[in-house]
């Protein structure tokens, strides 16, 4: 999961391969909270992790459930609809899923119990799911504005709540107040409840869910259409003992999307389908019908039981006029896909946006105009004009905290203008989808892969800064000398010896190292080697690699590898003029001798390992001259790398140096 305050996307080309989707949020709460409520244990499989039911968990924690957690399925201990826990003050982050249906169902439990969240989630309605408890008797104060959390709720004995007269609920704002009212209900079916809808219902899908997984834990509510619900008297919660999630309904609209304005990854002809695996035509969820509209526009889709395929048919996009309110959540994507229309889209009938974790409409709006877009926008619509290959412009994409806007956005990076898209604060995927971004790199094809290269003498740092300023833009890491030094220590273990008679055999080692970088970790098949290639005698056999010419080529080769979406930082000697000629940003980075000895004193003393200041400045001189003196990638700048003399800087100074010159060498200005 990607926590740097911005993440940039190059242009991206194809897609083809598998997509395994996580659970579902929607679904993964109301398990959750019926799991909670019911007798027995429950088996939880497959549990979406995500902020959204990290937050549920810890709320029921703290109410007095038992909650097992391991690699594999989840254990709740139901309460059996008696709290252990009267008093609780419980944070909900922005989790509507989790606000709302714990709100209706501690009021009924009684118990004195305070609710709050982000800033964000105390400025989300819940006046009317309030209004339809205090009808029953419960008592709820707002202790903030009225209408919006933060809450405090009060207990109510049972025999105190009335529940002669119908429930009334207004269903034109959002459906999860309904939802709230169905799942917590049955703690007071002493007799028939009944629910009586105001106003339109909307997102009825998701009151299919709730329906859906009421009846899997015992809860059998009758319909009369939308408009009247009834819970029976003598209710009561009753563990499946197992149950699974189904994967993300609306986390597969992105991949549906890509599917339909993607071409065939690289090195194909024509286009090639994308696979997503978890959720298919029997979902229960009522996002799938994202698929209709993805097929109105053109896409080409199969599906079966627990997948869909998914490749591009119509090109351009086809337009369409749609009534979204069956699918406000995945709808989002139809506006980022109406950029690639053959005409103006319109998506209506989505009011509900605007009291979701930011208000949909305006940030979808304000966000498609940074990249050159039209756009109209109402109460509850939003015309989207698409753009031509020429009208495309490299934006910062502001995500408002809102997973589905950085989501939708990243789609904005197939645009036919080549401009990359930077998406502000990519963790916010955190709330359903935390790697979303891995997932979608996972199964794309960039037209190109921007690298940092940062190359200088021994002792100058460069590997210290490169970490540092691959950290800070969420790229990936070459220590390109620990690729020597590696393939020195696998000749060892394999007993080889550096000689031309074992060249090849060293070279198809190196080829295949199983290497990764992570925070400063030089990790060998998932072993920590750091310390084991930092001897002196693993310097020596990484001098001695070197020199044989097929290692050489299989370890360049094995580097270029390491070009991976969104990024690289690359340092060594060569990378700027060998390795990766074409890289955008090149830094030379040196110091003076005395400094650079001073530095690697300090360094060997902490080890305990004595040495001189004088030996180390004459031996760094030394192998400075051989470097750039030798006949294959001798040391020396790039025609074109910038120089950085950090012998009076500090790290962070110079990463801040080197981050400023990356945002020189970027089209997105200052932001």
Not at 385 to 398: F, K, N, T, V
Not at 561 to 581: C, E, H, K, N
Not at 619 to 640: C, G, H, I, N, T
Request: with cysteine; aromatic share 6%; charged share 20%.
């Amino acid at each position: 999961m990607f926590s740097t305050p911005f993440l940039d996307i190059p242009p991206l080309a194809g897609a083809g391969g598998t997509v395994q989707l996580p659970g579902s949020k929607s679904i993964s709460n109301r398990v959750l909270l019926l799991a909670a409520l019911s007798s027995g244990t429950t088996t939880v499989h497959d549990l979406l992790d995500s902020d959204d039911t990290r937050v549920m968990l810890e709320a029921l924690a703290q109410l007095g459930c038992r909650i097992e957690r391991t690699d594999g399925p989840l254990r709740i201990e139901g309460l059996g609809g008696q709290l252990s826990t009267p008093r609780a003050s419980l944070f909900l982050g922005n989790a509507g899923t989790a606000m709302r249906p714990l709100t209706a169902a501690l009021a009924l439990l009684g118990g004195e119990f305070e609710l709050r969240g982000v800033p964000r989630m105390h400025e989300r309605p819940i006046g009317d799911l309030v209004d339809a408890l205090t009808q029953l008797g419960c008592r709820i104060d707002y202790l903030g504005n009225p209408g919006y959390p933060p809450l405090r709720i009060h207990p109510v004995p049972s025999e105190a709540l009335q529940l002669d007269a119908p429930i009334r609920v207004r269903g034109d704002v959002s459906s999860q107040f309904l939802t709230a009212l169905l799942l917590a209900l049955p703690l007071a079916s002493r007799r028939d409840i009944v629910i009586d809808v105001v106003g339109e219902l909307i997102s009825k899908p998701y009151i299919e869910i709730t329906l859906n997984l009421l009846a899997r834990f015992g809860i059998d509510v009758l319909r009369d259409g939308w408009q009247r619900f009834t819970i029976p008297a003598g209710s009561r919660y009753r563990s499946p003992g197992d149950i699974h999630i189904e994967a993300d309904a609306s986390s597969a609209s992105y991949f549906i999307a890509l599917g339909a304005i993607a071409t065939g990854a690289a090195g194909q002809s024509g286009p090639n389908s994308l696979r997503i695996e978890g959720v298919g035509a029997d979902s229960i969820q009522g996002d799938i019908r994202f698929v209709e509209a993805a097929e109105a526009m053109g896409a080409r889709v199969q599906s079966g039981p627990n997948w869909l395929e998914v490749s591009r048919g119509a090109w351009p996009l086809k337009a369409i006029d749609l009534d979204c309110n069956h699918i406000p959540d995945a709808a989002m994507t139809l506006a980022v896909m109406a950029l690639y229309a053959e005409a103006p889209s319109t998506l209506r009938n989505i009011a509900s946006w605007r009291v979701k974790e930011t208000d949909r409409i305006d940030a979808m709006a304000n966000e498609l105009r940074k990249l050159g877009a039209t756009v109209e926008a109402g109460p509850d619509f939003i015309r989207v004009h698409p753009l031509a290959a020429d009208g495309w412009r490299a934006a910062s994409i502001r995500t408002y905290d809102d997973h589905r806007v950085a989501m939708c956005f990243s789609l904005a990076a197939f645009n036919p203008a080549g401009v990359p898209v930077r998406i502000l604060d990519p963790h916010c995927v955190a709330k359903t989808f935390p790697d979303y971004f891995e997932t979608l790199f996972s199964v794309v094809e960039p037209r190109s892969v921007p690298v940092i290269c940062i190359d200088g003498p021994t002792a100058s740092g460069k590997g210290t800064l490169a970490v540092e300023v691959a950290r800070a833009l969420g790229y990936h890491y070459l220590d390109s000398g620990a690729l020597y030094r590696v393939t020195g220590l696998a000749m060892r273990r394999a007993g080889l010896n550096a000689e031309p008679a074992h060249a090849d055999r060293i070279a198809e080692l190196a080829r295949s190292l199983p290497l990764r970088f992570d925070a400063g970790k030089v990790l060998l098949a998932g072993e920590d080697v750091t310390e084991a290639i930092r001897t002196e005698a693993a310097g020596m056999d990484a001098s001695r690699v070197s020199a044989l010419p097929p290692v050489r080529e299989a370890l360049t080769a094995l580097q270029i590898s390491f070009r991976a979406l969104p990024g690289l930082v690359a340092d060594g000697r060569d990378m700027g003029t060998v390795i990766f000629p074409d890289a955008p940003l090149k830094v030379y980075l040196t110091a003076s001798a005395a400094h650079r000895a001073e530095r690697r004193h300090k360094q060997l003393i902490s080890k305990g390992i004595s040495t001189t200041l004088d030996s180390l400045r004459a031996d760094l001189e030394a192998r400075d001259a051989r470097d750039s003196s030798r006949s294959v990638a001798p040391l020396k700048p790039a025609q074109d790398a910038r120089r950085l003399d950090n012998s009076s800087l500090s790290i962070a100074q110079s990463v801040d140096q080197v981050l400023d010159w990356w945002r020189q060498v970027q089209p997105f200005g200052s932001s």
